[in-house]
């Protein structure tokens, strides 16, 4: 007889399975091109080239997985990393949705809605890049005007910042540390800049938690 997994249980199952068939995918693009027109790295030098990078990008996915999987819950985590550009529009969709229905990440109905409004940001995203590859063509005279670059310069600050706005102004204690030190670093130290980011939120995340725990043990929370 066969056994009714939980939705938890599909959810892993099913979170599994198409993050795997999605890195063979990812690994099988550049080994066909390879194979098809007969060109082959230069192993020593991508060897070489991994050493001095990879370890990097593994203490990062360790990092965000530590970071964002209690924010979006399993499902939307799989989905997320999936899907890409989590820091940058998945993680704000998911706790703008979580926060308006009032549910948590690590609950039931927040599992469902964090997976849902993820997925719909997924959806809405590509069907925006599939209408900006039409139009690019004809919109480009307008896109790159120059009284518009101000206001794509912008876009990133605002959605955060509308975000920002709402959950400081509930934890506002928690979040005075991690904006001193990201000012600080940012300000003082000239290499980090936007390309930073993806590595600097997880690092803020951390420790931020670090500081709530210290601040409740001490009863300032």
């Given amino acids: 007889m066969k056994k009714n997994l939980s939705y938890m249980d599909s959810v892993h199952r ?4 198409w993050n795997l068939s999605v890195m063979a995918l990812l ?3 550049p080994v066909t ?12 030098a991508l060897l070489s080239g991994l050493i001095a990078t990879a370890p990097l990008y593994w203490v990062v996915g360790v990092i965000e997985t530590v970071t964002f999987v209690p924010m979006l819950g399993a499902g939307g985590s799989y989905l997320s990393f999936v899907t890409g550009n989590i820091s940058n529009l998945k993680l704000p969709c998911a706790l703008n949705a979580l926060e308006q229905n009032g549910v948590s990440a690590n609950s039931e109905e927040g599992e469902v809605i964090s997976t849902i409004a993820i997925a719909t940001s997924s959806i ?5 890049i599939i209408i900006g590859v039409i139009c ?7 896109l790159e005007a120059p009284v518009l670059e101000p206001a794509f310069q912008q876009i990133l600050p605002a959605l955060f910042g509308g975000l920002g706005v709402a959950f400081v102004s509930k ?7 991690p904006i001193l030190l990201m000012l600080i670093l940012f300000i003082f130290i000239p290499a980090l800049n936007e390309g930073t980011v993806g590595i600097m939120v997880p690092v803020s995340a951390l420790f931020t938690i670090a500081v709530a725990r210290i601040m409740y043990k001490r009863g300032a929370l």
């Avoid at 091109?33 to 020593?44: K, Q, T």
């Avoid at 934890?171 to 540390?177: C, G, T, Y």
């Fill in 136 to 142: 690019i063509v004809p919109l480009t005279p307008v």
């Fill in 171 to 177: 934890n506002w204690k928690i979040a005075v540390a």
């Fill in 33 to 44: 091109v390879a194979i098809f027109f007969g060109v082959m790295p230069d192993w020593a």
């Fill in 14 to 17: 099913d979170g599994t399975i």
């Fill in 27 to 29: 690994l099988a693009f």
């Fill in 124 to 128: 809405v995203t590509t069907l925006i």
